[in-house]
């Protein structure tokens, strides 16, 4: 496991995210404030894949710069307002599912071990 490499690609994935988020944002000011361009916008992002968040503010900005530029001060901000948090909250995110994951196993794996024997002497007295 390279460290390195899945830090960046955890950040991507993060970074793409924020991306996602503030378009929504976006979105939703535009739509109070401005319905053709959030029209305009909504159209835009449906053609653009938005899984890359870079790929998809070049395209933006190429288009409409100031939107691009509104979309990146928004993504800043979120990242700022998480960035204190984030690290705990996904430490403590994982190790909860991992311990539910692990629960539901266990208990599926009981209710295998109590259900085999029982129907293994209900078929012994069967045959009795």
């Known amino acids: ?8 690609a ?9 991306t996602y988020q503030a378009v929504q944002t976006v979105l939703a000011q535009l739509t109070e404030t401005n319905p053709p361009l959030a029209l305009w916008l909504r159209g ?15 395209a ?4 409409n710069q100031e939107l691009a ?11 700022e307002e998480i960035m204190e948090d984030l690290p705990e909250m996904v430490l403590h995110d ?12 266990l ?3 009981s209710q295998l071990s109590i259900t085999e024997p029982n ?6 007295s069967e045959q009795l």
């Open 1 to 8: 496991m390279d460290r390195k490499q899945v830090a960046k």
């Open 10 to 18: 955890t950040t991507k994935v993060i970074s793409s995210y924020l």
């Open 44 to 58: 835009f992002s449906g053609q653009q894949i938005l899984q890359d968040g870079e790929v998809y503010l070049l």
């Open 60 to 63: 933006l900005l190429g288009q």
């Open 69 to 79: 530029f509104r979309i990146m001060s928004v993504r800043e901000h979120l990242v």
């Open 94 to 105: 994982i190790k909860l599912k991992n311990s539910q994951h692990r629960k539901q196993q």
């Open 107 to 109: 208990e599926k794996l």
């Open 119 to 124: 129907s293994n002497s209900e078929s012994s």
